[in-house]
């Protein structure tokens, strides 16, 4: 199994091997279901992303943009935001954005990391599709949204500033949304 590869731009990119067309079934990480034995604590620390999380906040405390390329399943969507948070990247009223190329990907995994952090949904965690926020502005530290809606809010506020953070996930997908941020964010 590939380990997780961290790329700086301007760097040789990362290889084939890590391309999500060339996963086979096989190369699938599992990952602990909700309702297995194990605590969610322990859940997370099996998960492949759990070894590289000091590499990861380090990367992103020194580099402006951070790449993370894993196998699905390694805990990327659901462990990063997490780990920035008890980082202390949401501190001072700041938010931890995560774009999801689809509403259904936004909301459940915003329900799956409310129930790792122990808060109710809408609290702590977040999120936020067409017609749907339940979020709070006040106390909503992690925050999934769809990428048309944080492309909507970037109309209003360019900067983002409420964000510490924004990660844009399945960038690969490639949508015009998410197209749009990456330009928008490069500025």
């Known amino acids: 199994m590939a380990s997780l590869t961290f790329w700086k731009p301007g760097t040789a990119g990362p290889g084939s091997t890590l391309d999500r067309a060339t996963e086979t079934e096989d190369q699938i990480v599992p990952s602990a279901p909700v309702s297995s034995a194990l605590s969610i604590q322990a859940q997370r620390e099996r998960l492949p992303i759990f070894k590289h999380r000091e590499k990861i906040l380090y990367c992103v405390e020194k580099f402006g943009v951070t790449i993370v390329v894993g196998q699905t399943g390694c805990g990327k969507t659901t462990q990063l935001p997490q780990y920035l948070y008890e980082s202390g990247w949401a501190a001072d009223g700041n938010v931890i954005a995560c774009t999801q190329p689809r509403r259904v990907a936004a909301t459940s995994v915003a329900a799956?990391?409310?129930?790792?952090?122990?808060?109710?949904?809408?609290?702590?965690?977040?999120?936020?599709?067409?017609?749907?926020?339940?979020?709070?502005?006040?106390?909503?530290?992690?925050?999934?949204?769809?990428?048309?809606?944080?492309?909507?809010?970037?109309?209003?506020?360019?900067?983002?500033?409420?964000?510490?953070?924004?990660?844009?996930d399945e960038a690969h997908e490639r949508s015009v949304y998410t197209d749009l941020l990456l330009g928008i964010l490069k500025k």
């Open 112 to 168: 799956r990391v409310a129930t790792e952090v122990g808060s109710i949904l809408g609290d702590e965690v977040g999120y936020t599709i067409r017609f749907e926020d339940v979020s709070d502005k006040e106390r909503t530290r992690i925050r999934y949204l769809t990428d048309g809606m944080l492309f909507r809010e970037t109309l209003v506020d360019p900067l983002l500033s409420r964000y510490s953070v924004v990660m844009i």
